[in-house]
């Protein structure tokens, strides 16, 4: 120890109360960075506290808020959401066709200023395609042998998937995005949604594997079932697609364990044995309709052919 340090005596008064203005600066950086880390930690709190567990769905081993969820936090949290529009074309969304070795697809894009007048802002960005596994898979094929044998998906060709559907899903993307990055619940693990529910809470969403049974022309014939059920159900209800709707409801219900199982109004939702029994249902009671109408049978007989023919476009929902 140096000898001047022997008779080193610390300052009675405390340390310095005046800092040299560079160690300031990098205080006042840590400081505020530890009130942003205390302040976001209280955000993330507080935002997945206002919501419940069927606000949540589990995509694989990832949860997913729904937009009830997030507009429910929007909401109570005074979150607002300002959606940009294209600069060209003025609309809300930006819709585009792309391409790769599969075919080509449509990509739908969107883009909103997230604020709080406490929290400040960001932007965020919402978008979804006509590859979206639940109205754009028709199945999967195999390529190749041995070694080099691989699976790969079949998507439906544009005209065959609603365009809507795909709007919608931008949209729904976009609110979610919004409002989960704004407030930084977007990677929220499972375990901290079980920790805070219980466990078994929340609902699960399989998709099809690639090792499904159904190869491309079993998924291409059940939805050309569904494309005639659609028609069937439409026409029936003169063109009305709200009617339409709870029609397939109504026809899609059935009863299990002494209990009564909702229907599905979206058609596309429909898959399997629950399908063809639902058609059937309705090709009987299109039939009977047709027989009490014999002389609208000639017109509803070419409309039902022209509705359900290849290249007219996707089933409603």
Avoid at 218 to 235: G, P, S, T
Wanted: charge should be neutral.
């Amino acid at each position: 120890m140096p000898e001047d340090a022997m008779d080193f005596q610390p300052d009675p008064e405390g340390p310095s109360s005046v800092m040299p203005a560079r160690i300031q600066s990098h205080e006042n950086a840590l400081a505020a960075l530890e009130r942003n880390m205390h302040m976001a930690e209280r955000l993330i709190d507080m935002a997945l506290a206002l919501t419940k567990p069927q606000d949540w769905t589990m995509f694989g081993t990832k949860p997913w808020l729904c937009r009830s969820g997030a507009e429910g936090i929007r909401r109570r949290m005074g979150i607002s959401i300002e959606i940009i529009p294209d600069p060209d074309t003025r609309r809300q969304y930006t819709m585009f066709k792309d391409s790769d070795d599969r075919g080509d697809f449509i990509v739908c894009e969107l883009t909103a200023k997230v604020s709080h007048p406490q929290l400040g802002s960001i932007e965020a960005f919402g978008f979804a395609t006509t590859r979206d596994k639940f109205f754009g898979l028709q199945g999967y094929e195999t390529i190749g042998e041995g070694k080099d044998q691989k699976t790969l998906p079949v998507w439906k060709p544009i005209s065959e998937v609603n365009l809507e559907h795909v709007k919608m899903k931008a949209y729904t993307n976009l609110w979610v995005n919004s409002v989960t990055r704004f407030t930084g619940i977007s990677n929220v693990s499972a375990e901290a949604l079980e920790k805070l529910f219980g466990a078994g809470k929340i609902g699960k969403v399989a998709f099809r594997e690639a090792e499904d049974k159904r190869d491309a022309g079993a998924v291409a014939e059940e939805n050309k079932q569904a494309k005639r059920l659609w028609a069937i159900c439409k026409l029936s209800c003169s063109g009305d697609d709200n009617q339409a709707k709870q029609l397939i409801a109504k026809l899609s219900s059935f009863e299990k364990d002494g209990k009564t199982v909702n229907g599905v109004t979206d058609v596309n939702k429909l898959k399997g044995f629950r399908l063809k029994r639902t058609l059937e249902d309705a090709e009987k009671g299109w039939k009977s309709f047709l027989e009490k109408n014999p002389d609208k049978k000639a017109f509803l007989g070419d409309a039902l052919t022209e509705a359900t023919k290849e290249g007219t476009g996707a089933t409603s929902s």
